[in-house]
């Protein structure tokens, strides 16, 4: 069983099932681009201290500089990935992610509707990919968990759980005043003014035909 995650609150008897989160190798596409750019960079800087008249720290600095955006992007992309949590619960999905903020989300298994494996061309190569679920209600898409690694364990997991809780739900449903099975003489019973009912609806369709 997964150890319960220290920013939400569990309610009386839900326990958690699967803990997750993105890869954090979703940010090596970021710090691929922001290396390609400070190479340009430094190559722009040797360049210009040959060419131009200009000194050493006026061309490093412009250099770091333009640099610095880029650094920044790779650290906010990073920080955002390993911000995101995922939590399946017996009752519920929570995603929580911010940064400078903590945001919870939470779908109740009951509402479930749909759930959907998706996978790219690189997830079926390296078996990646995100699941996302559908409440009744709606048409698009109430949350997402993306960038899991083996997204099927969490899918096949979560329509289990969603299986398990309609079943609880009809079996409550069944044994509620509405669904309590009848005795053997309210049935007759029942039984007898039906009959009588469907003669009567006969007698009619009769004489309705004869005149």
Known sequence: MASRPDWFSLDT?????WEGAPRVRRVLPTVVAATLWIALLAAGAVLAGRTLVLSTPVVVGGAVLLALPAVAGVA???LRTVNVEYVLTDRNC???RGVLSTSVTRV???DV????????????LFD???VSISTAGTDGVDLRFTDLDDPETLRDELRRLVGAERGSGLAA???GPAGAGLDAATADTLLTE???LRAAADRLDREVSDG
């Open 113 to 124: 509707e749909r759930t959907a494996l998706h996978k790219d061309v690189w997830g079926r």
């Open 108 to 110: 109740g298994l009951a």
């Open 94 to 96: 929570y995603r929580k």
């Open 13 to 17: 008897g839900e326990t958690v099932v």
């Open 194 to 196: 039906f009959g009588a």
């Open 76 to 78: 906010w992309r990073y």
């Open 128 to 130: 990646y990919g995100a």
């Open 173 to 175: 449903a069944s044994s």
